[in-house]
DNA sequence: CAAGGGCTATCTATCGATAGATAGACGGAG
DNA sequence: CTCCGTCTATCTATCGATAGATAGCCCTTG
């Protein structure tokens, strides 16, 4: 069971960052989780920083495929979109989590460069694929509204969970995509 | 000089709170930063908790005066909406901080209880005086609708102040305002 | 085929730094 | 004199990180 160890070690670690954040992550408490010691995990991700930005790095590339998935699965704008509110919806009701790189966010000033560089990224992949998914609903808007608009749906979104989570309360996430809904911005 | 270093510890901690978080408040530095020792810091905030609740209820209780302030000093509803993302904008201008509740939210299960109950008192003071702000355009509206849209509201905020802190672009922050205003989330 | 050298992955043990918190002394002001 | 505020000094717990040892595996070489 050795090359299960680091996806464990992933695992487990992706989960406690969203649950705690990146200054909640600790060595000693991510390897009791796995079942080693902590020296195993530095042997793995030699610095606290090579962890973070390793999660970093495969939530941005997993965000890429599902949602290019999303794309492939229904050429509704709608129905994409409401696919990508439920990604967001997901993390909430599986234990109050935050996106990963939204908790990440918060904690700006205490991140490695090299983690922060990762979860700019992970900005790019969901803006670029907002610009992708309105630009097929409406050809005549201007490619700059549009990038404005994905930029603003992005954080919004967040925002919605950031807020919910807060309260520990699921349906307010859902309250608040739904008002987005209804004042239009999103389609 | 007795009177003021509470206060003085207050103010500075607030600052760190704002760009480091809560977990990134330690009272060493915070005490340097006061010019005191972190033992006197213990005399009038006797654990990190209490520290935490009394930062987050003066935060609390100032917001409230100054969003009435913004009723009192305005009757048009799109420019008191203007004010009240003034004031979530200028926190990123100052030192690329963040709300202090917002930033808490992210970091929710680590929060004391008596800090999470300021938290959640702030968001319930955001959204009464949004609701109370929407309620003065449109008599028309339910009071569910108009309750709704607040939440959303005061989460696009966040989620654009929380965006643009990330990325440390204050213009990331006016672009989502600007489009929210666009798609009519904001009035 | 067998022996040996390196490589992988993990362990035990420990480092210095820092966290929040506390006890008790000291000094100035009412 | 007493009390309030701050100090010195220290405690325990935990942090990320490192050193050094070890067990098992694969590959080469004779």
Redesign the interface.
Known sequence: MTADTRQEIMDAARAMVQ???Y??LSFRELAKEVGVKSASVHYHFPTKGDLGAALARRYADEAIEILDGFLEASQDVGACMRMYTDVFRSALSND?R?CL??????????LPAEVRAE??RF?DVNIRWLVKLLSRGESKAATGTVA??A??I???????????????DIA?YD??I???R????LP
Chains 1, 2 share one sequence.
């Open positions: 649950t705690r954040g200054n909640g109050n935050m790189c939204g908790i990440m966010a918060a904690e700006h000033d205490d979860v700019d900005t404005q608009r930029l603003a992005f954080a919004a979104v967040e925002g919605a969970q950031l807020v919910a989570r807060g309260r520990g307010v309250q608040a739904e008002a987005y209804a004042a239009g911005l």
